[in-house]
């Protein structure tokens, strides 16, 4: 059966589960959901994710929706190459590291957010809003990176994994947003190790906008 990915090209939920994707070398179709024109409130896409959501990807007779849970159910329905490192502690820590990003800084920084806050007290404290909710984010993910794990190049051990995914799209909105994070070496590390995988770059949301 076809894998298709329904996404939005910017979306950082979406970028996370292409890099997963591209990681593990699955071949997908995509399917774009234009968030920004309301396509995700569409009947037919609400049939996919009544939350009115992306990414939902169809493998294996599902619909899965959520990225971590995704990058869950790849990871145990095809767990080579590996999005976790082996050891429970290990991978709890890997685990940590992602949801510090999906749980922590993702949310207060999501279009509906976004929206409200400019709704209620203007677009320039929108931009004040998401620039000091990320640099604070990222700040506390780089002392996080201060553990055994952390070999120089990636999240957590010598090979991207579950962490990685998740860091580099907030990277990218970092970078969007005009957030620095060059001041921050393990972070800096992570982001210059992984712009140079195939995988990562094949995931870029400027690739998937003009493919």
Avoid at 34 to 60: K, S, T, Y
Wanted: net charge neutral; with cysteine; aromatic share 6%.
């Amino acid at each position: 059966m076809t894998v298709v990915l329904h996404d939005y090209w910017r979306s950082s939920a979406s970028y996370r589960v292409r890099i997963a994707l591209a990681l593990k070398g699955i071949a997908y179709d995509r399917v774009a959901v234009d968030l920004v024109a309301g396509a995700q409130r569409r009947a037919d896409h609400l049939a996919l994710n009544p939350q009115g959501l992306v990414p939902v990807l169809e493998i294996d007779g599902l619909r899965l929706t959520q990225s971590l849970a995704i990058l869950e159910y790849l990871e145990e329905t095809r767990p080579q190459p590996a999005l976790l490192p082996e050891g429970a502690a290990a991978r709890a820590h890997a685990r940590a590291l992602a949801l510090a990003v999906a749980c922590e800084i993702h949310p207060l920084s999501n279009l509906g957010v976004l929206a409200r806050v400019e709704a209620l007290a203007g677009p320039e404290a929108r931009a004040a809003w998401n620039r000091e909710n990320i640099a604070r984010g990222l700040e506390a993910v780089e002392r996080l990176l201060d553990h055994p794990g952390f070999a120089g190049r990636f999240c957590h051990s010598d090979r991207p994994g579950m962490a990685d995914c998740v860091l580099i799209p907030q990277i990218y909105n970092a970078s969007r947003w005009g957030v620095e994070f060059r001041h921050l070496p393990r972070i800096a590390a992570v982001a210059s190790s992984c712009s140079d995988l195939a995988a990562f770059q094949m995931a870029a949301p400027e690739r998937v906008q003009v493919a």
